[in-house]
T-cell receptor
Framework: SQQGEEDPQALSIQEGENATMNCSYK?????LQWYRQNSGRGLVHLIL?????REKHSGRLRVTLDTSKKSSSLLITASRAADTASYFC???????????????FGGGTRVLVKP | DTGVSQDPRHKITKRGQNVTFRCDPI?????LYWYRQTLGQGPEFLTY????????KSRLLSDRFSAERPKGSFSTLEIQRTEQGDSAMYLC?????????????FGPGTRLLVL
């Protein structure tokens, strides 16, 4: 079953604009990760934020985490056509026996960046 | 290219046939995961291995599914008596447990279509 929901399900923006997507989850977590998937391809890891962190940056990516609201956001600044992809958040559970660090994914946000 | 390979990339089969997929992880990675992704959804965990030991299986993994990792290197996922509902992308991922990185590296996936 999916851990949480992503919002919006789809996003269409012009090149140069910022893209923001949100992820909500249900249970306690050890960390939350964001992945990108180009159409019909495998997933590429973008960024990881631990449960004791609130914000993290990597290049044009900014991730926030609010554990009190069980939510995270991913911001892509100055988007490019090459950013067109589906973006998924995934959590690793916070239980002591966090079952093998398996990832529990949300449903994804499909982002279209128009040139 | 993440270094994780999967074969075949595409498989079309008729209902009732058996299919087998292979995953070659990054060589020093002792953890190997299988996920399934249906169209428009996020991946869902199926099973994982630590070296050659299969440590967890999801309820999604019916008794028609079997996975092996005989020497702790490559892994195979077999589906017996395929059903149309098995049509999906099957993703493999690997990571090195015990290291500082918690990133899972995904292969390109095997897309299965059951007619």
């Amino acid at each position: 079953s999916q851990q949480g929901e992503e919002d919006p399900q789809a996003l269409s923006i012009q090149e140069g604009e910022n893209a923001t997507m949100n992820c909500s989850y249900k249970t306690s977590i050890n960390n939350l990760q964001w992945y990108r998937q180009n159409s019909g391809r495998g997933l590429v890891h973008l960024i990881l934020i631990r449960s004791n962190e609130r914000e993290k940056h990597s290049g044009r990516l900014r991730v926030t985490l609010d554990t009190s609201k069980k939510s995270s956001s991913l911001l892509i600044t100055a988007s490019r056509a090459a950013d067109t992809a589906s973006y998924f958040c995934a959590t690793v559970g916070g239980e002591i026996k966090a079952a093998g660090n398996k990832l529990t994914f949300g449903g994804g946000t499909r982002v279209l960046v128009k040139p | 290219d993440t270094g994780v390979s999967q074969d075949p990339r595409h498989k079309i089969t008729k209902r009732g046939q058996n299919v087998t997929f292979r995953c070659d992880p990054i060589s020093e990675h002792n953890r190997l995961y299988w996920y399934r992704q249906t169209l428009g959804q996020g991946p869902e965990f199926l099973t994982y291995f630590q070296n050659e030991a299969q440590l967890e299986k999801s309820r999604l993994l019916s008794d028609r599914f079997s996975a092996e990792r005989p020497k702790g290197s490559f892994s195979t996922l077999e589906i017996q008596r395929t059903e149309q509902g098995d049509s999906a992308m099957y993703l493999c991922a690997s990571k090195r447990q015990g290291g500082t990185s918690e990133t899972q590296y995904f292969g390109p996936g095997t897309r299965l279509l059951v007619l």
